[in-house]
């Protein structure tokens, strides 16, 4: 029998492979291919009948589908609510069917499962992302025209709107802003009829910050509830 101790490093190489692929996927189109969720499924069931031929606990495969069912419900919910794309939640499954256990266990955390602790730090890190927009648009303070506008600058930047990218979308022209936008709703790489100047916001890549939040995860625990410690 392998040790345990090696099983989880090899799920964790192999997760980490799997990730970093399907970052660099998101990266360069802002969408991933089906290969990337279903060989991380396919291996967390692998891995579990392993464990289960190993260890005769019936709990285990117990454990595996509330940790990949509470993963497809939190997949299907922020996608359908439009707050992330379908190929996010996918991976978030497989990160649940491949560690329906923390594969360490002197980690910090009071999350109960480890595909929440991921998804916790994934978010964690993908706030920062305003605090960036808004430091890159202190130049343009003097240009702001409206309490819309300002707050326009904590999600996007200026360019002209011939020159959009294909994973840009325009959130404000001068006049009209889209504060609030659905991920299911927006025309990516709409390109504007003239050289002005518009408010865009790129579609961020969330595998990335999903990739870096696995990692946070195996090493440290979760940000949110050191934070949760701390303050309480």
């Known amino acids: 029998m392998i040790p345990y101790f090696e099983i989880n ?6 997760a980490v492979l799997i990730l970093f692929y399907a970052s660099i996927l998101d ?4 969408e991933i291919d089906d290969r990337s969720w279903i060989s ?5 069931i692998i891995f579990t009948g392993y464990d289960y031929i190993r260890f005769n606990q019936f709990f285990i495969i117990k454990i595996f589908a509330i940790s990949f069912l509470i993963s497809l419900v939190l997949a299907f919910a922020l996608y359908y609510t439009g707050l992330m794309g379908g190929g996010d939640g996918k991976i978030l499954m497989g990160i649940g069917a491949m560690f329906p256990f923390y594969p360490y266990t002197d980690v910090f955390t009071i ?4 595909v929440l602790s991921v998804f916790a730090n994934a978010i964690f890190l993908s706030a920062a ?3 960036i927009f808004f430091i890159s648009n202190l130049r343009r303070l003097k240009e702001i025209g409206s309490l819309k506008e300002f707050f326009i600058m904590f999600l996007g930047y200026k360019k002209k709107a011939a020159s959009i990218n294909d994973y840009e979308v325009i959130i404000g022209d001068g006049r009209d802003f889209k504060i609030f936008l659905n991920a299911k709703d927006i025309e990516l790489g709409k390109k504007g009829d003239c050289d002005k100047e518009v408010w865009v916001t790129p579609a961020l890549p969330f595998v990335i910050p999903i990739m870096i939040g696995f ?3 195996i090493v440290y625990g979760d940000i949110l509830s050191y934070l ?3 303050l309480f």
């Open 40 to 44: 991380m499924v396919g291996l967390g």
């Open 228 to 230: 949760v410690w701390r």
């Open 111 to 114: 999350l109960p499962l480890f």
């Open 215 to 217: 990692l946070i995860s």
């Open 129 to 131: 992302m305003p605090v």
């Open 9 to 14: 490093l090899l799920k964790i190489l192999f």
């Open 27 to 30: 990266w360069k189109y802002r």
